[in-house]
């Protein structure tokens, strides 16, 4: 079965970076977009990123733009987000979810569980002094 397994999230200071992984199973990773939405406390599912299946093309939102990178190793299945200069409103839970196709979708606005195929239990980032 399809299995997505974030790890890396952890308290950091405002200023400091953390790097979050995704290990892949149960599908052909490299024919498929990832991406990573975070929900921040009481509020809706927010999308951050995401990288197409050859890791070729990357988009992210505003918010996190210039800051966070994402990246894919695909003999590894495995997508990195690499996150800079956290803020405390970078604070939530970080969820990644294999997209339905190889190209990856450009989302605004809420984040619905069913815009996405599949998803990671989420790892908690919390960016607090």
């Known amino acids: 079965q399809v299995q997505l397994e974030e790890s890396g999230g952890g308290l950091v200071q405002p200023g400091g970076s953390l790097q979050l992984s995704c290990a892949a199973s149960g599908f052909i990773f490299r024919d498929y977009a990832m991406a990573w939405v975070r929900q921040a406390p009481g509020k809706g599912l927010e999308w951050v990123s995401v990288?197409?299946?050859?890791?070729?093309?990357?988009s992210y939102a505003e918010s996190v733009k210039g800051r966070f990178t994402l990246s894919r190793d695909n003999s590894k299945n495995t997508v990195y987000l690499q996150m800079n200069s956290l803020q405390p409103e970078d604070t939530a839970v970080y969820y990644c979810?294999?997209?339905?196709?190889?190209?990856?979708?450009?989302?605004?606005?809420?984040?619905?569980?069913?815009?996405?195929?599949?998803w990671g239990q989420g790892t908690q980032v919390t960016v607090s002094s």
């Open positions: 979810a294999k997209d339905f196709d190889d190209f990856g979708v450009i989302r605004t606005g809420p984040v619905r569980k069913d815009q996405y195929e599949y």
């Open positions: 990288i197409s299946a050859t890791g070729g093309s990357t």
